[in-house]
């Protein structure tokens, strides 16, 4: 199905679309990680120097299969999750909680992200798209919504007088939106030394607590049966490991907490075990 921009539109439909784009937007800013508050700017047609314009994508499905969300990050968080000091981080992880934010604003709910290659992202979502800029003192991130999924659609833009993302224009004066600090040049910046780590303070980890572990033959795996008993190789009493993301970080004693298991941390390791 084709679509152009002859038929009629009321005047009210592009606006509302572009709300919900910024609203959904904003939502996936308050969680987005950052080292200071994030501002949804005002959205504008996706083109290739959006997306040249950061460093990493994040893409989520629809649960409905309407259609694909997209998160763009910029080289300060990119960084900040490769040089962690628990080893390099999944962008798609760091940023499901904008992904799902922005899904339920737009009405729906996010499946599991993945992380995607910034020139295939625009094909990823398909065209048109509306991206929808995340801004402090400079911009850091984007959120791309097909405009399909805004309601009523927005109408197609000419690309030849669409602005080009470096050339970003300041905030309009939305309603209950804070205006972006003007900025000469409003391209995202360098990654600032020293605050990386801060951004990471917020993203969830998958943390896991391991007794123990041992090796055997497929025979004796499909031999396996309720009752059976499996000779671990750490003896009673041992510390168990504490893993985040598979990585060894710490060793302690398995508790119970008001009849659920816990552990009590009794050696943080350094980086050089695991």
Known sequence: MTTTSTAPVGSTGPAVAGERARAAAAAAAAVLPATEPLTALEPQPATDAVTAAFAGAAV????????????????????????????????????????????????????????????????????????????????????????????????????????????????GPAPAAPTAPATADPTPKPARSGLGIEMLHGVEMEVTVELGRTRMPVRDLLALAPGTVLELDRAAGSAADLLVNGRLIARGEVVVVDEDFGLRVTEILDESVG
């Not at 309407?66 to 628990?86: C, K, M």
């Not at 094909?123 to 402090?136: F, H, I, S």
């Not at 097909?146 to 470096?166: E, I, K, N, Q, V």
């Open 60 to 171: 989520a499905e629809l649960v409905d299969g309407s259609g694909r969300i997209a998160v763009l990050v910029g080289r300060e968080l990119v960084d900040a999750l490769a040089g962690s000091p628990l080893g390099g981080l999944d962008l798609a992880a760091a940023v499901q909680p904008a992904l799902d934010a922005a899904a339920t604003a737009l009405g729906g709910a996010a499946q599991a992200g993945r992380s995607a290659p910034l020139d295939l992202v625009l094909g990823d979502l398909g065209a048109p798209l509306t991206a929808v800029p995340l801004a402090g003192s400079s911009i850091a991130a984007a959120l791309l919504v097909p405009d399909r999924l805004l309601a009523p659609p927005a109408t197609a833009t000419d690309p030849a007088a669409t602005p080009g993302f470096a050339a970003l224009p300041e905030p």
